[in-house]
């Protein structure tokens, strides 16, 4: 396969920031997606681009980061946006910087940044127009399944979520029972009033930096960060952050490790580990920050946080109820995390020529 050597510019219709635009027009679900130097801000009212572009993250701690992007949104001034012109395939051109480690041209400053004028002139080797066509619909169909499986995936915590308020905040099943009064409420005869300790062990997480790549997922309290060799805990837990994003509760069962912003859980009964997840879900962990400059949350404050505690036989009804949704989650995300794999293997090869794509 033959290149043809360019800089970045050459290949590229527009390649230039976004506009800034005011925190308070940015909310959590909206018309339109915003994107910063650290990728997916919230959602807006108002739109400043619309097609097909790749962008660059120019500011931020995930400075350089690429990512494709096709539809309407609004992209701010810390977001570089990427169209490629007649030369180039926009899908290609955005997976190929994405290999390219573009963090390693920002600025030397206490708060890295990416200059346009830097990354126009950056040197990439293009194959022809065919051949980029070809390799960014074997990537994008990985893309494809990929998103459709988180998008699955959103489905089912949302029919999740739903069958817990039915059961445990309209009561439906239990309406025909008698009910008595508590602390939050009236509550079906039976169940009590406890706290999060009386039904798991919060633990902290572990530095991982010493350890090797493997196959066992390593959490933040951003979410998945890398996978190691080795494991901190082996079944059903709760992730509860430590510090940083407060309301990224998550729900786990296989071997994980955890580092030290993010607390991990042990149930102390069977059967309880869905009902907490979807439980605390419900909490606004925002207003539980310390007060320090970064939002902090402490094991007791969280062993204290007050909880409805039903019966161990309805704890183990909505277990059984809820193990096919969560059984079908796991299972899309083991694919995903297959493909990913894939699509990370196959890349750098497809980019070097290493590996063609038959006609």
Same mark, same amino acid.
């Given at each position: 396969?033959?290149?043809?050597?360019?800089?970045?510019?050459?290949?590229?219709? $527009?390649?230039?920031?976004?506009?800034?635009?005011?925190?308070?027009?940015?909310?959590?679900?909206?018309? +339109?997606?915003?994107?910063? @130097?650290?990728?997916?801000?919230?959602?807006?009212?108002?739109?400043?681009?619309?097609?097909? &572009?790749?962008?660059? @993250?120019?500011?931020?701690?995930?400075?350089?980061?690429?990512?494709?992007?096709?539809?309407?949104?609004?992209?701010?001034?810390?977001?570089?946006? &990427?169209?490629?012109?007649?030369?180039?395939?926009?899908?290609?051109?955005?997976?190929?910087?994405?290999?390219?480690?573009?963090?390693?041209?920002?600025?030397?400053?206490?708060?890295?940044?990416?200059?346009?004028?830097?990354?126009?002139?950056?040197?990439?080797?293009?194959?022809? %127009?065919?051949?980029? $066509?070809?390799?960014?619909?074997?990537?994008?169909?990985?893309?494809?399944?990929?998103?459709?499986?988180?998008?699955?995936?959103?489905?089912?915590?949302?029919?999740?979520?739903?069958?817990?308020?039915?059961?445990?905040?309209?009561?439906?099943?239990?309406?025909?029972?008698?009910?008595?009064?508590?602390?939050?409420?009236?509550?079906?005869?039976?169940?009590?009033?406890?706290?999060?300790?009386?039904?798991?062990?919060?633990?902290?997480?572990?530095?991982?930096?010493? %350890?090797?790549?493997?196959?066992?997922?390593?959490?933040?309290?951003?979410?998945?960060? $890398?996978?190691?060799?080795?494991?901190?805990?082996?079944?059903?837990?709760?992730?509860?952050?430590?510090?940083?994003?407060?309301?990224?509760?998550?729900?786990?069962?296989?071997?994980?490790?955890?580092?030290?912003?993010?607390?991990?859980?042990?149930?102390?009964?069977?059967?309880?580990?869905?009902?907490?997840?979807?439980?605390?879900?419900?909490?606004?962990?925002?207003?539980?920050?310390?007060?320090?400059?970064?939002?902090?949350?402490?094991?007791?404050?969280?062993?204290?946080?007050?909880?409805?505690?039903?019966?161990?036989?309805?704890?183990?009804? +909505?277990?059984?109820?809820?193990?096919?949704?969560?059984?079908?989650?796991?299972?899309?995300?083991?694919?995903?995390?297959?493909?990913?794999?894939?699509?990370?293997?196959?890349?750098?090869?497809?980019?070097?020529?290493?590996?063609?794509?038959?006609?």
């Amino acid at each position: 396969m033959e290149f043809t050597t360019y800089t970045l510019g050459e290949v590229c219709s $527009r390649l230039s920031s976004g506009k800034s635009i005011k925190a308070a027009e940015i909310f959590p679900a909206g018309k +339109y997606p915003v994107y910063g @130097g650290n990728g997916l801000r919230g959602y807006a009212d108002r739109s400043n681009f619309e097609g097909e &572009c790749a962008i660059i @993250g120019r500011q931020g701690a995930y400075c350089g980061n690429v990512r494709y992007f096709k539809g309407e949104a609004y992209m701010t001034e810390h977001a570089v946006v &990427c169209q490629a012109n007649e030369k180039a395939n926009t899908y290609y051109l955005s997976a190929l910087l994405s290999t390219m480690h573009l963090e390693r041209l920002s600025g030397q400053s206490a708060q890295p940044g990416l200059a346009v004028g830097t990354l126009s002139v950056q040197e990439i080797n293009l194959p022809s %127009l065919e051949a980029q $066509r070809s390799i960014a619909s074997i990537l994008s169909s990985l893309d494809r399944k990929i998103e459709l499986n988180n998008k699955i995936n959103a489905d089912l915590e949302e029919m999740a979520q739903a069958i817990f308020k039915n059961w445990f905040i309209d009561f439906e099943p239990f309406k025909d029972g008698k009910f008595v009064d508590s602390e939050l409420g009236m509550i079906p005869e039976g169940w009590k009033v406890g706290t999060l300790e009386d039904l798991i062990t919060i633990k902290y997480g572990k530095d991982h930096k010493k %350890l090797e790549d493997g196959t066992f997922p390593v959490y933040g309290s951003g979410g998945l960060m $890398r996978f190691v060799n080795s494991w901190l805990y082996n079944g059903e837990s709760v992730l509860i952050p430590r510090k940083g994003t407060l309301d990224n509760i998550m729900y786990v069962c296989e071997k994980f490790w955890t580092v030290d912003t993010m607390f991990f859980s042990v149930p102390k009964m069977d059967y309880v580990m869905k009902y907490v997840y979807n439980y605390i879900k419900r909490f606004d962990f925002s207003k539980m920050n310390e007060g320090t400059s970064v939002p902090s949350n402490t094991a007791a404050r969280l062993n204290k946080m007050q909880i409805l505690i039903p019966t161990h036989e309805v704890l183990e009804m +909505y277990d059984e109820t809820l193990c096919p949704i969560y059984n079908k989650r796991k299972m899309n995300d083991k694919e995903s995390r297959t493909l990913s794999l894939l699509r990370d293997t196959l890349l750098p090869r497809l980019m070097s020529g290493e590996l063609e794509v038959p006609e």
